[in-house]
């Protein structure tokens, strides 16, 4: 089994990323969705190896890729900020695309709220954001095992 840890929209709110660096100690992947990728840079430095960024719609200089698809224990997932498939006005483009790319599941930020839906056989998972001032600080925790996954949302205490 393969555990991911994915986070999203920090935007510069390192106090609540180290929150979860015990987390990112002992699972095997991270992704960074974006917005801002410099906190994940620092992800990545303190985690070498297993921290994967996603550039956002705020984030100069861009430190990650655009998209990522990534291939876990048989399923095919697909990263992205969210922004460029429209993800403020509905999912069904995202949902196209990782179907395009084989992708059983969409990751996606950019909204700062936390989302898990099914559109076309295509899981899509918004892990929420980390912004300082939102009332709900979220990421995702996705355990990935011989072609199935489960997610589940988690609120940062």
Do not use: W
Not at 134 to 139: A, D, H, L, R
């Amino acid at each position: 089994m393969k555990s991911i840890i994915v986070i999203s929209d920090t935007h510069g709110n390192r106090a609540a990323v180290e929150k979860l660096y015990p987390l990112f100690a002992e699972c095997d992947m991270i992704i960074h969705l974006g917005d801002t990728s410099s906190d994940g840079a620092k992800i990545r430095a303190d985690f070498p190896g297993k921290t994967y960024l996603v550039n956002g719609n705020c984030d100069i200089p861009r430190l990650g890729e655009d998209e990522i698809t990534l291939e876990v224990e048989g399923v095919k997932i697909f990263a992205c900020h969210g922004d460029g498939y429209g993800v403020k006005r509905g999912r069904a483009r995202l949902a196209e695309k990782a179907a395009s790319a084989g992708a059983a599941i969409a990751l996606y930020g950019h909204t700062h709220e936390a989302v898990e839906d099914n559109i076309d056989g295509v899981t899509l998972f918004n892990p929420g954001t980390l912004i300082r001032y939102s009332p709900f600080k979220s990421y995702l925790y996705l355990a990935v095992y011989d072609g199935k996954f489960t997610g589940k949302i988690v609120e940062l205490q």
